[in-house]
Each structure stands twice: as structure tokens, then as C-alpha cells.
């Protein structure tokens, strides 16, 4: 029952944050997702953030397209930026909320079906809108681009390994001069009985501004599948450099509509 579904819940919910595993049956899918991260990111004061993430995704044979709308509450001195949170007005605490930047994607399968076993490979196209208000640090202003290339080698037991590499690149932002730069991300995911999936990954990014640390993190997820048409997720990251959150709780639903 559980395995298809949540390989499309993996395929969708987590194209945003780089982690494009697996196909899914042709469609659309419906997200919504909660975050909460917390981390003083080499600043003096800790800055938390939460956000409430609609999304909708179209699934064809082959390909994935995606639109995510996150609602943003923000407290701290620091902007939110690809997941993460960087300096931007100094050591001024302030608390804001309202619409962050969206993000867009594209997913196009090149070698196999991801969805069968064996090897498949597929390239992904990100674009973060600039629909967040600067002013609040809820984003940068400009628009951001992406490409990665995602790798996926599942076995005939469900056991799966994952590789994504990519490049992010910057809008130019006097106030927030962020760097472009490469990123990875190496995982494991595996089922552990019809309807629970295991997903577990480590990724690194290169630092968004001058003198910083790079973004190093660990996560790992379960996903259960709900019915044939819906699951959820519980997720947590935790950050391995002052460029990261020092924790980051997740929580998401997915359902199909018919």
C-alpha cells in the first residue's frame, strides 16, 4: 500500500530543501508543512523562525513541477535565507511576520524511471521569488536560481542510496552580499514495514557570506503513509556549523487530489 505513495511524498515535499528522491504516479499533490528552527548563526542574539509552507506539485510521467508559499514568523536579528538564517541588520532584535519568498521548481527524469529500481538521474531547476519583505528579514529581495543534478540507486529490498549536487546562485544584494556556491547531499532511505519509510541524509553548502562558516547539516525523517492517497511526515535537521540552525523540527501532510 505505503511504498509508491510516500516515494511521491519524498518527490514532492522535499524538492524545495534539495532532496528529490523519487518519482510519482502521474497527478497533483497538496502539501502543507509546519518548520520550526532556532540558532544564533555568529551572531550575539539567537534568532528563531517558524514557518507554515503550502504546496502544490504536478507529477507527470516524467517530470515534477512545484510551487511552495511559505507564511513566516521571524524573532532575532538575523534574514532568512534558502533555509537558513545569515546576518542582515546587525545586532537589532525585532519580531516579524508575513509572506516569505516562494520557491518554484522543475524536475526533468534523464536516465530511468526513478520510481523503478536500479539506477535513475534526473535534473532539477530552482527558483526562490522574491515575495518576502526584505525590511522584516523574512528574504533578501532578489531573486535566486538553482541547478542540481539528483541521483537515486534503489534495491530490490526498498533499501535506497541518493546523491544531489548543485549550484545556487545569488541575487546581488548590496546589504546582504551573499556568495554564490556549490552545494551536496549524500542519503540513505529505506522502508520499514508497508507504510513507514526511513529517510536519512547528511549535506554541506558553501558559505553564503564572506568569512563564514560553511552550511553543514544532518537530517533524518520518517514518513508514514496515512491511506493510498495521503501520509505524513516528522522530521529533524541538526546543524553542524554556526552557518546552520542548531535545530530545525519539521512536520508535513501530503494528499493527492483526486
Known amino acids: 500500500m505505503g511504498h509508491s505513495f510516500i516515494?511521491?511524498?519524498?518527490?514532492?515535499t522535499l524538492t524545495a530543501t534539495s532532496i528529490s528522491v523519487f518519482a510519482a504516479p502521474p497527478g497533483l499533490l497538496m502539501?502543507?508543512?509546519?518548520d520550526s528552527l532556532?540558532?544564533?548563526?555568529?551572531?550575539?542574539?539567537?534568532t528563531k523562525a517558524k514557518s507554515f509552507t503550502l504546496g502544490a506539485t504536478l507529477v507527470g510521467e516524467d517530470y515534477r513541477a512545484s510551487l511552495f508559499v511559505p507564511y513566516i514568523s521571524l524573532e532575532g536579528p538575523g534574514t532568512l535565507v534558502a533555509g537558513t538564517v545569515t546576518g542582515g541588520s546587525g545586532n537589532a532584535r525585532r519580531s516579524q511576520q508575513g509572506l516569505g519568498d516562494m520557491v518554484a521548481t522543475y524536475t526533468q527524469d534523464i536516465v530511468g524511471g526513478i520510481q523503478s529500481k536500479g539506477f535513475a538521474m534526473s535534473a532539477?531547476?530552482?527558483?526562490?521569488?522574491?515575495?518576502?519583505?526584505?525590511?522584516?528579514?523574512?528574504?533578501?529581495?532578489?531573486?535566486?536560481?538553482?541547478?542540481q543534478a539528483d541521483l537515486a540507486y534503489r534495491f530490490d529490498n526498498g533499501f535506497g542510496l541518493t546523491a544531489i549536487v548543485?549550484?545556487?546562485y545569488y541575487?546581488?544584494?548590496?546589504?546582504?552580499?551573499?556568495?554564490?556556491?556549490?552545494?551536496?547531499?549524500?542519503?540513505?532511505?529505506?522502508?520499514?514495514?508497508?507504510?513507514?519509510?526511513?529517510?536519512?541524509?547528511?549535506?554541506?553548502r558553501d558559505e553564503l557570506l564572506a568569512g563564514t562558516e560553511k552550511r553543514k547539516e544532518r537530517a533524518i525523517s520518517a514518513v508514514y503513509a496515512l491511506d493510498q492517497t495521503s501520509a505524513l511526515q516528522f522530521g529533524y535537521t541538526k546543524g553542524?556549523?554556526?552557518?546552520?540552525?542548531?535545530?530545525?523540527?519539521?512536520?508535513?501532510?501530503?494528499?493527492?487530489?483526486?
Do not use: W
Open 7 to 12: 516515494r511521491a511524498f519524498l518527490a514532492c
Open 31 to 34: 502539501t502543507y508543512s509546519f
Open 38 to 46: 532556532s540558532g544564533k548563526f555568529g551572531q550575539a542574539e539567537e
Open 124 to 147: 532539477t531547476g530552482l527558483v526562490k521569488i522574491a515575495s518576502g519583505d526584505e525590511e522584516k528579514g523574512l528574504g533578501t529581495g532578489k531573486t535566486d536560481y538553482g541547478l
Open 166 to 168: 548543485g549550484r545556487q
Open 171 to 204: 541575487g546581488d544584494t548590496p546589504e546582504l552580499p551573499l556568495l554564490n556556491g556549490n552545494y551536496a547531499t549524500l542519503g540513505v532511505n529505506f522502508p520499514l514495514s508497508e507504510a513507514l519509510f526511513i529517510n536519512m541524509n547528511t549535506s554541506q
Open 240 to 258: 553542524r556549523s554556526t552557518a546552520s540552525p542548531d535545530d530545525v523540527f519539521s512536520f508535513s501532510y501530503v494528499s493527492q487530489v483526486e
